[in-house]
């Protein structure tokens, strides 16, 4: 039987890892007040859970101004890339970030200063999307 445990040696992920990673999930809880909305993300934000924020994020723009909602990572235990992309986007049409973690306030940093210069030429950049392989 194979060992399903990651092998130091190696720096691929293992089928543990995989297996581990589809399984982990995002919890998005929305609440709506009438000084606006807050979205609070407990979890891991990478894989199918970008895709998830992303359609949620869709539907609450479509009623909501970006401006009036809020998101809070502080229960955040990954950001993926895309994750991070999706982020950006929505940091870039106005919503506030929020976290207090270290790895998290480093992203959201991050994520402030490479968007600085561009909140004004792109007021509108497209949702970052995950290619599936054929």
Request: some cysteine; aromatic content about 2%; glycine content about 6%.
């Amino acid at each position: 039987m194979p060992d399903l445990m990651r092998d130091p040696t190696r720096n691929a992920p293992s089928a543990h890892d995989r297996v581990y990673a589809q399984l982990a999930m995002l919890r998005i809880t929305i609440t709506t007040r009438p000084e606006g909305v807050t979205v609070v993300l407990e979890g891991r934000l990478a894989g199918p859970w970008v895709d998830e924020l992303a359609r949620c994020w869709k539907a609450l723009t479509a009623t909501q101004d970006a401006g009036s909602i809020r998101v809070q990572l502080d229960a955040v235990t990954f950001i993926d890339a895309v994750g991070k992309a999706l982020l950006r986007v929505m940091h870039e049409q106005g919503t506030a970030l929020a976290a207090s973690g270290c790895m998290t306030r480093a992203i959201l940093e991050e994520i402030r200063s490479t968007s600085a210069g561009a909140r004004g030429s792109v007021p509108t950049a497209p949702l970052p999307t995950r290619s599936t392989p054929d």
